[in-house]
């Protein structure tokens, strides 16, 4: 082991389309001091999520500005190796919205306590993070499922897809599920117990929602955009609630091929984006419902592991595309011993 | 004056794009005999309204289906000639869906009366009827302008949009219309008193409205889609509202080119179609706000009238392709005497 670095990954230029590998460098730099109020972190998990993408497109509600040279903005669990923050001693875990490297100095008003006892500490970056948190406050908020009525949700296998089912299943309804390949399919019939699930790469994606969906659907909960959603759209149901949450089909894209929206003039469809950012007051509540529901085996959830930092654009790339079941995660360290 | 008949507008055939004279044809044929609690009505008032052209384009939710032959449907106000009701009686005045003819046969239960002291029958059709009611609804229910909030308004001189936008300035919104030519601006601006008018001819409609909205769009009445509804998607406010009312530059098109989504979910906004149908027993409250309105001069509103049954079709295409200013009608018959 030489003299410990922190290890970046940036952006060496925007990204066009689908981000490739050379789209991103690795930079080694000294590692930061942290002043009064901050933290020296050492980086446990990396997050994937799609909101990344839309940020390397130049969305400016995120912070610091997509450029070439900015590290890749992201959430991440980490242990505090320092602190000038009473708050913090070193070896407590946190979470926090602290980027692509491996020893980020935050402001300890940044970032929040993980409760490794909880459960593993990854979850804070899932189940039990912002995903879960999303999937709960767009159905509860937004989807409102009546007991009875069917719900669809688009990448179903994915964190936020697969939380958001099991949430509106938990409330009554039946879910219906639009995925990618077969295994995911099966994966959110047989694990996640969705009622259905359908192949956005079926030939006819409009049929086959139809055979699964016959009195229409009442909620759709969408995360992806595309051809899914005008599918959705077509088979919507008087009164349909659609929860907004993510349009990863189309970011980045120059051109986004746009949604006929006289179905929802139809059927006197109500839509709502929403975000979680404004929510967050609401994790606590969310933990301790999410908890008890998975000791109840009312709620699970997987995990898509890449190991090593320098892969993060690899594991971001696969979650984008649609190639991870679950949680997309990096490992950029082990747990620290004892958790 | 020969045996009088009924005279009705069929279509001819289902028309493609904007309807041409030729997908209408005139029908003669006996006048009918109202049953036991029907009425025989005498039409005096037409209404051209944009839902006509997306039934003959074969939504199903308007009654009867759209096919050759069959009675273009439209509200009408009317007076009754015979009656087999107790309610009515000869010579009293009624409001209903009873389609483009001169002397319908219509249930006493499908009709309602119409208060000729109140106002000209003729707003019964437009400023105190559906679309009055359509434009409060949508103001007050989604678009909940707060004071000082922007609110944009597509076909602001039409019928709904008109009113939409007045309901908005005395909630105390600034109120940007968007017109057509620059005589219907005009209109909008010094008749109507909207703060500003654009023009949906302009080169750059997204910097028009730039101008006229430094601080976003809060809320959108959204009578139209097509470009204006993209230019103004551009512009939404953090927690923009959008009162989707109608798609009339999208109605009857085979291929609607679709709205970009993502501006929606960068602006967390929500966006409702809602319909005035569900919201007809808020008429009378309607009708007492608007008519105060309009003693105090804080509710103005034109009618653009063309004469004769047989020029419907033509009627109906004006107010389509936006040549109207306020509410189309088509004049069948003279008024009653003492009216």
Redesign the interface.
Same mark, same amino acid.
């Given at each position: 082991m030489g003299t410990p670095v922190n290890r970046r990954v940036a952006l060496a230029r925007i990204p066009q389309g689908m981000p490739q590998t050379d789209d991103f460098t690795l930079v080694d730099e000294p590692i930061g001091t942290p002043g009064a109020g901050e933290l020296l972190l050492r980086t446990i998990w990396l997050s994937m999520d799609p909101y990344q993408r839309n940020w390397m497109g130049g969305?400016?509600?995120y912070g610091t500005a997509a450029a070439p040279g900015a590290t890749v903005i992201g959430r991440a669990v980490s242990e505090v190796v320092a602190s000038n923050d009473l708050r913090f001693v070193p070896g407590d875990i946190v979470c926090g919205e602290t980027g692509w490297q491996t020893h980020p100095v935050a402001s300890a008003d940044a970032v929040e306590s993980v409760d490794a006892s909880l459960a593993p500490v990854s979850t804070a970056l899932g189940v039990l993070g912002s995903p879960g948190l999303t999937a709960w406050v767009g159905m509860v908020d937004v989807g409102k499922p009546a007991r009875g009525e069917t719900v669809v949700v688009s990448a179903a296998a994915g964190a936020v897809g697969s939380v958001a089912g099991q949430v509106a299943r938990n409330m009554g309804a039946r879910v219906v599920g639009v995925a990618g390949d077969p295994a995911k399919c099966r994966h959110v019939v047989d694990d996640l117990r969705f009622d259905a699930c359908v192949s956005h790469r079926d030939p006819d994606l409009g049929a086959a929602l139809a055979r699964e969906c016959p009195g229409g659907v009442d909620v759709y909960f969408d995360n992806t955009?595309g051809p899914v959603t005008d599918a959705v759209y077509g088979l919507l149901a008087r009164n349909a609630r659609i929860a !907004?949450c993510? #349009?990863v089909a189309?970011y980045g894209a120059s051109d @986004?091929?746009?949604?006929? !929206?006289?179905p #929802?003039?139809?059927?006197?469809?109500?839509?709502? @984006?929403?975000?979680v950012r404004?929510n967050l007051h609401r994790m606590p509540a969310w933990r301790r419902q999410a908890s008890a529901w998975i000791r109840e085996g009312a709620l699970v959830y997987r995990e898509d592991v890449v190991a090593g930092i320098e892969r993060a654009p690899e594991a971001f790339t696969r979650m984008l595309v649609g190639r991870t079941l679950g949680k997309a995660l990096v490992r950029v360290a082990e747990d620290p011993p004892g958790r």
């Open positions: 969305a400016r509600n955009g !907004l993510g #349009l189309e @986004a091929r746009g949604h006929d !929206l006289r #929802l003039l139809a059927s006197q469809a109500t839509l709502k @984006a929403f975000s404004r």
